[in-house]
Structures are given as C-alpha cells and as structure tokens.
T-cell receptor, first 110, second 114 residues
Framework: GQQLNQSPQSMFIQEGEDVSMNCTSS?????WLWYKQDPGEGPVLLIA?????ELTSNGRLTAQFGITRKDSFLNISASIPSDVGIYFC??????????FGQGTELSVKP | KAGVTQTPRYLIKTRGQQVTLSCSPI?????VSWYQQTPGQGLQFLFE???????NKGNFPGRFSGRQFSNSRSEMNVSTLELGDSALYLC?????????????FGQGTRLTVV
C-alpha cells in the first residue's frame, strides 16, 4: 500500500539544539499533518498544512508542505526536555485516505 | 468541546477471550478510524467508519471487527485473542471521511493479552 517514508527513525540531541525531520512519498498528498505522541498517550496534532509551499509555525515548531506535494518537514528550534516523544507525519492521499509515517523518536538530553 | 474518549484505558485479557473497545468521537465528527500500535510498528490502520458504514479496511484478520452507531460512537471487537494482539489501540475522529479533514486521537486503550 501507499507509504510515507519518515526520517530519521530516531534522534538523540542535546537540550537547546535544533531538530529537523521529514517525510517523503512517491505519490502526491493533499494535506500534511504532524503529530506528537507522548509515551502511553494518543498522538496530538501539532501542525496541519493544506497548500503546496505552505510554511506554518506553532511556537518553536515550523513545518512546510513541499512544493512537489510529495514531502514535508518539521523543525523544532531550541529543543527542551519536554519535546521528548515520537513525532508522526501523516498525509491525505488523492483518495482522501489518511496515511501515517513510521515515526521519529526524539530524545533530548538536559 | 470534549475530545475523543476511549474506554477502557487499560485492559488485561487471556488468550482465546474476546474484547470490545469503545470510542466516542468529538461532537459533530462522523468519521472514526481505529489503529493498532505496537513497539517498532508505528500506527497500523485497522478500519474507518463513517455514518455507520465501513469506508476503509486495513490488512488485519477477520478476528478484528468494528461497528459504528447512529450517534457516531464506535466499538472495536477482537475475538479469540492472541498474545500478539497486545498493543495500544487508538481511535481517531474527524469531521468527514473524504477530503482534507484533520484527525484527532483519543488517549488509547492499552490491551495486554496473557
């Protein structure tokens, strides 16, 4: 089935560092969503992107909808310990089905 | 407005038993999707219901089934439980089934099969 390739799979960074992760697909997506999941909890929606080229910020988070509509990235600036968790990208394909990436596990060392 | 509510939060069952999980979507949302999450496997799509009809189905055996009621609440049933069914089961609600509508997740039900 259709897949989203999310990278990296895991990251270990120092508090204060910036973080970047991305998702790519061989197919066009109509929207991109970024979620964060804390251990034992459900994913929480961070940012939603609706148009190619769109750049959206939410506090220290910035995400962009790639111009080809086949990719998206999420940046976190000046990371803090509570940024720890798993980040998922998701996108609506041409048929409206929501597809998820495999997740990026972020660890932040104080 | 209340978020997505899943019950119960935790469940322990024995192999061979069956289990029913419940999901109440955000008020006004008519689509409910179910996902299975196990360590290292990400979010595996089970099925999606919209207006009491199953719209999409993932690649899970027939032991996994679901339904949606007229008030959009959904239940998921797993029969003849296996050890490998131990997972976090998540449901997500969205306003529509097609198109670019955002999905919101519940806190999940942690199922342990012993």
């Amino acid at each position: 089935g259709q897949q989203l390739n999310q990278s990296p799979q895991s990251m270990f960074i120092q508090e204060g560092e910036d973080v970047s992760m991305n998702c790519t697909s061989s197919s066009i997506f109509n929207t991109w969503l970024w979620y964060k999941q804390d251990p034992g909890e459900g994913p929480v929606l961070l940012i939603a992107l609706y148009k190619a080229g769109e750049l959206t910020s939410n506090g220290r988070l910035t995400a962009q909808f790639g111009i080809t509509r086949k990719d998206s990235f999420l940046n976190i600036s000046a990371s803090i310990p509570s940024d720890v968790g798993i980040y998922f990208c998701a996108g609506h394909n041409q048929g409206g089905k929501l597809i998820f990436g495999q997740g990026t596990e972020l660890s932040v060392k104080p | 407005k209340a978020g997505v509510t899943q019950t119960p939060r935790y469940l322990i069952k024995t192999r061979g038993q069956q289990v029913t999980l419940s999901c109440s979507p955000i008020s006004g949302h008519r689509s409910v999707s179910w996902y299975q999450q196990t360590p290292g496997q990400g979010l595996q799509f089970l099925f999606e219901y919209f207006s009491e009809t199953q719209r999409n189905k993932g690649n899970f055996p027939g032991r996994f089934s679901g339904r949606q009621f007229s008030n959009s609440r959904s239940e998921m049933n797993v029969s003849t439980l296996e050890l490998g069914d131990s997972a976090l089961y998540l449901c997500a609600s969205r306003w529509g089934s097609y198109g670019n509508t955002e999905a919101f997740f519940g806190q999940g039900t942690r199922l342990t099969v012993v």
